[in-house]
Every structure is written in structure tokens, then in C-alpha cells.
């Protein structure tokens, strides 16, 4: 009995982690396929367009580090949980905003 309950423990972490990377994924994903659009409704310049991809892309490159002491310091599920959280608003804040430098600064968070 033990060993299925150890065996099955770590699906539920590798579940968590992996749903988080696809939200990351698809984020960025569905960035890139609405940018005509963005441009359309919001009037974004062309030349600020890259901007609202590698804002997020920058960002999470230079912050990856600083996450990882993070979580070390304040433990990985409560690193992790903060994450989501501000993920999401930072989503929302972007979903909703309508100027191009909410949706930059949105994406950079």
C-alpha cells in the first residue's frame, strides 16, 4: 500500500508543473497569433509590436534566476503558487487594457 501511495505522489507536482509551462506556452503563443489585431484595435506602431512579445520573453529570462533563489528562501510550492497569482492578474491587466503600454507593461510582468 505504501509504495502506490509513494509511486503516485509525484504525478500530482509533475501535473502542477506542467499545467503552469503550458499556460506559459499558450500565453505566448496567442500573443503572436493576435498581433495583427492588437495592432488593429489598440493602433500599436509597428515598431512597438516585438515589444509586446519579448517584453514577457525578457522578462522571464532575467527573472528566472531570482525565481529559482526565491523559491529556495520561501519554498518552491509557495514560490510557485505566488507565480500563478501574479501571472494571472498580469494576464488580466493585459486582456483588459486598452493602450499599448498597459499591454507592454502587463506582458513584461
Do not use: C
Amino acid at each position: 500500500m505504501t509504495s502506490t501511495r509513494q509511486s503516485a505522489r509525484p504525478i500530482v507536482p509533475l501535473l502542477v508543473i506542467a499545467t503552469a509551462q503550458l499556460m506559459l506556452v499558450l500565453d505566448d503563443s496567442i500573443v503572436n497569433i493576435a498581433l495583427p489585431s492588437i495592432q488593429e484595435e489598440l493602433g500599436v506602431e509597428p515598431v512597438h509590436l516585438p515589444w509586446i512579445v519579448n517584453a514577457y520573453i525578457l522578462s522571464f529570462g532575467a527573472l528566472l534566476l531570482l525565481g529559482g533563489r526565491i523559491g529556495d528562501l520561501w519554498g518552491r510550492k509557495r514560490t510557485l503558487q505566488l507565480g500563478v497569482l501574479i501571472f494571472i492578474v498580469a494576464s488580466l491587466v493585459g486582456g483588459l487594457g486598452m493602450s499599448t503600454e498597459v499591454l507592454i507593461g502587463a506582458r513584461a510582468v
